[in-house]
Structure formats: C-alpha cells, structure tokens
C-alpha cells in the first residue's frame, strides 16, 4: 500500500469532535497514538516492577522517573529545531521504531545500568516525536476543528493513564514481565507502520547551511514576539508545576492529614484522572463558544484554588473533589495552550511545540526536586498553598495583562 493510500481531506469550516474525526489521516494518527499512549503506561508498570524487583528500593525508582523528565528539559527545544528541518511524518515512524527496539532489548539488560540507559535513550527519542505529532495535528483537521482534535488527544492521554496500568499488571502477571515488554514494543510497531501510510502535508524546507543556534534562536524571538504564545506557554509551567508538586506530595495529604493510606491515596490519583477526562471533553466543547485564552485562564486558576485548598481538608470526599478539580484545569490548560501553539507558522512550528515540551519538563523536573525538600523544610501546607497562589497570581496576571491589551 502506498503512502496515499490515507490522505488528509480538504479544511472545511465545520468544527468540533464529528468534523476532527471526519478526517481519516487524523483518525488513524489518534488512534494509533491511543494504542502507544497505553503502551508507554503498560511500560512505566513494567519497569517499576523489575526496578523494584532487582533493588528493593524506592530510591531507584524515583531515579528511573527522573529519567522522563530530564531530556524534556534539555532537549525539548532543540529537538524541535530538527523537527522543523525534517519531514515530521518520518519523524514520527522513525521515533516509534527506534523506541519499540529499545524496548525489545529490555529483558536482555542484565545490568540495572543498562536498563536505566535504554529508558533514558527512549525518552530522548521522544523528544522528537512530541513536538513532530503536536505540529501535524493542524495540518490533519479544519482550522475550526483544531480545539477538538487537540482535546481528543487529552481523552486518549486520560484514558491510558486509567487502562494502561491495568493492562500491563494483567499481562505481567498472567505471562511474565517480559511479556509487558514484547507488548509496548507492538504498540510501537502498528503505530509506525500506520503514520507510514499517511500522506502528511508539509512545506518544503529549503536547504542550506542554517546553524542550530540560528534556528533555535528564531524560535525564541517568535515566540517572545506574540503574546498569545507567551500566555500560553506561561499556563504550561504552571499548571505542571502545581500537578507535579500535586503528584509529590497528594500521598503526605493521604497519610498525614486524611489517615486513609495507600488505597486513599489511590482515590485520590483517580479523582485527578476523572477530572482530567472531563476537562478533555468540555474544553473542546467549550472551545467553540468561549475565546480559548480565558479559557485557559479559568483552568489555571481552578488548579490554583483546588491546591490552595487541599491542606485544609479533613474528610477525603472534599479532597477527591478538589483533586477532580485541579485535573479538569489541568487538561483545560493543556488543550488551550497547544492549540494557541500550533497557531505558530508552520516552518516554526516544531520549535514552539519543542520550547513547550522543554518548559513542560523543566515544570516538572522543578516539582519533582524541590516539592518533597521544601515539604520538610516548610511543610507539606506551605508547598501547596505557596504553588496554588503562584497559579492563581498566574491566572490574574494573565488577565490584567489582556485586559490593558
């Protein structure tokens, strides 16, 4: 079959979920990246569990997490660069091949070391695929329809966050961790070999013998050129923040303050989902009738009172519902700020998306640190109250500043 065998069809000025899904190169793109959504939350259970399994501590675990944060915030801008001067299509299938060997090459690592080293060098590949995904998507649909395809990827985020660990503990346990991993790398392969198929439009980029720092210091002028790009980008690193200082510290509030334990705890992670899947459905419905700048306002500031509040609950039913809150904000935020992004021309547009990227990891590098040192030096209280103002000064500063605009 051949690459047009799958086409985009024509922008149209129809809007909203049906006219995203009407677009079969977008259709196949979602669900394909669905299917690696769930793989990457069946590999994250997997290599918790041989981590764990080897070393017995906690320790090497949070040192496998950071693993996924770090190259966000050293290579999401540069790799954006490349993304710009590459066809992103290729891109995308050879990021998913490389990471489906990766992955097969996991149970041959017989040295904790390697195995560290083979995660790292995946979620550098990743890199590229991120930002390459996020500047195809506006190529796929009508301009109108871009919130709500924007908005179908957060649903199929949220969705594998609520199955994939699920899947993976079933496989694990019925075949062997091993089996987890044979399992994540097909969900690599399918999604390779479907964005092969596709005919992805894409300018073509002229040659010649442009220097990275040029290129990427383009990036950073276009950016600070536009103010809706700045908000936008501003709302990212906070809403990571509060959610990674969220993740830190939720179970301290779960054990310290509320006395519910581990199955709590998990409640409480849950309820974030819950409100993230809203937030997915409801910002691309909402996106059509209200300007998405305020929108994502909005959600920075519910995230801002929902941590704000959350030390000063006594019963977890009041924390399960702020939790929902704050991950109905989050995935609010999210969805407003990436298609304010891609508004971004298209020869730039791999750059906005991988200054995002790195500014997403440097959120939540920053929460991941600092969150738990700071929660024994000022108390877990302090951490949330001070993150959930910083939103919420975010939010209205934002404001005032459209406002004198």
Same mark, same amino acid.
């Given at each position: 079959?051949?690459?047009?065998?799958?086409?985009?069809? %024509?922008?149209?000025?129809?809007?909203?979920?049906?006219?995203?899904?009407?677009?079969?190169?977008?259709?196949?793109?979602?669900?394909?990246?669905?299917?690696?959504?769930?793989?990457?939350?069946?590999?994250?259970?997997?290599?918790?569990?041989?981590?764990?399994?080897?070393?017995?501590?906690?320790?090497?675990?949070?040192?496998?997490?950071?693993?996924?944060?770090? %190259?966000?915030?050293?290579?999401?801008? #540069?790799?954006?660069?490349?993304?710009?001067?590459?066809?992103?299509?290729?891109?995308?299938?050879?990021?998913?091949?490389?990471?489906?060997?990766?992955?097969?090459?996991?149970?041959?690592?017989?040295?904790?070391?390697?195995?560290?080293?083979?995660?790292?060098?995946?979620? &550098?590949?990743?890199?590229? @695929?991120?930002?390459?995904?996020?500047?195809?998507? %506006?190529? =796929?649909?009508?301009?109108?329809?871009?919130?709500?395809?924007?908005?179908?990827?957060?649903?199929?985020?949220?969705?594998?966050?609520?199955?994939?660990?699920?899947?993976?503990?079933?496989?694990?346990?019925?075949?062997?961790?091993?089996?987890? @991993?044979?399992?994540?790398?097909? !969900? @690599?392969? #399918?999604?390779?070999?479907?964005?092969?198929?596709?005919?992805?439009?894409?300018?073509?980029?002229?040659?010649?013998?442009?220097?990275?720092?040029?290129?990427?210091?383009?990036?950073?002028?276009?950016?600070?050129?536009?103010?809706?790009?700045?908000?936008?980008?501003?709302?990212?690193?906070?809403?990571?923040?509060?959610?990674? !200082?969220?993740?830190?510290?939720? &179970?301290?509030?779960?054990?310290?303050?509320?006395?519910?334990?581990?199955?709590?705890?998990?409640?409480?992670?849950?309820?974030?989902? &819950?409100?993230?899947?809203?937030?997915?459905?409801?910002?691309?419905?909402?996106?059509?009738?209200?300007?998405?700048?305020?929108?994502? #306002?909005?959600?920075?500031?519910?995230?801002?009172?929902?941590?704000?509040?959350?030390?000063?609950?006594?019963?977890?039913?009041?924390?399960?519902? =702020?939790?929902?809150?704050?991950?109905?904000?989050?995935?609010?935020?999210?969805?407003?700020?990436?298609?304010?992004?891609?508004?971004? %021309?298209?020869?730039?547009?791999?750059? &906005?998306?991988?200054?995002?990227?790195?500014?997403?990891?440097?959120?939540?590098?920053?929460?991941?640190?600092?969150?738990?040192?700071?929660?024994?030096?000022?108390?877990?209280?302090?951490?949330?109250?001070?993150?959930?103002?910083?939103?919420? #000064? !975010?939010?209205?500063?934002?404001?005032?500043?459209?406002?004198?605009?």
């Amino acid at each position: 079959m051949t690459e047009q065998a799958i086409s985009p069809t %024509p922008p149209q000025s129809r809007a909203g979920f049906i006219a995203a899904l009407q677009q079969p190169a977008f259709l196949v793109l979602w669900l394909s990246e669905a299917l690696s959504l769930i793989g990457d939350r069946l590999l994250i259970v997997a290599l918790v569990m041989l981590v764990y399994e080897r070393t017995h501590s906690a320790t090497a675990i949070g040192i496998l997490m950071m693993f996924k944060a770090v %190259p966000s915030l050293l290579l999401g801008s #540069v790799a954006g660069v490349f993304v710009d001067r590459w066809n992103r299509k290729w891109v995308m299938v050879a990021s998913n091949l490389i990471q489906g060997l990766l992955v097969l090459l996991i149970p041959f690592a017989d040295a904790l070391p390697l195995v560290f080293a083979l995660y790292l060098a995946m979620s &550098v590949v990743n890199q590229f @695929f991120v930002p390459a995904r996020a500047a195809t998507i %506006p190529d =796929l649909v009508p301009p109108a329809a871009l919130m709500a395809a924007n908005s179908l990827f957060a649903t199929a985020f949220v969705g594998a966050i609520a199955v994939g660990p699920a899947i993976g503990g079933w496989i694990i346990e019925r075949f062997g961790i091993n089996a987890a @991993f044979y399992a994540d790398a097909a !969900t @690599f392969l #399918v999604p390779a070999l479907a964005v092969g198929m596709l005919a992805i439009p894409q300018a073509r980029r002229t040659p010649g013998n442009r220097k990275l720092g040029a290129d990427l210091g383009q990036g950073l002028a276009y950016a600070r050129s536009r103010t809706d790009i700045l908000t936008a980008l501003a709302l990212i690193a906070a809403a990571f923040l509060v959610m990674g !200082t969220t993740s830190v510290l939720g &179970v301290i509030i779960a054990q310290d303050a509320l006395h519910v334990g581990a199955g709590g705890f998990g409640l409480m992670m849950s309820a974030m989902g &819950v409100g993230m899947l809203f937030g997915a459905v409801v910002a691309g419905w909402l996106g059509r009738k209200i300007n998405r700048a305020w929108l994502g #306002v909005a959600g920075i500031v519910i995230m801002g009172l929902a941590t704000l509040a959350l030390p000063w609950v006594a019963q977890i039913n009041l924390a399960i519902t =702020l939790l929902v809150l704050s991950g109905f904000g989050m995935v609010t935020v999210q969805v407003c700020s990436q298609t304010t992004l891609q508004s971004a %021309p298209e020869d730039l547009r791999g750059r &906005v998306m991988g200054l995002a990227q790195a500014i997403n990891g440097g959120a939540q590098f920053l929460a991941t640190a600092l969150a738990g040192v700071l929660a024994e030096q000022m108390g877990t209280a302090a951490v949330l109250m001070g993150v959930g103002l910083m939103a919420i #000064v !975010t939010g209205f500063t934002i404001t005032l500043q459209k406002r004198k605009n």
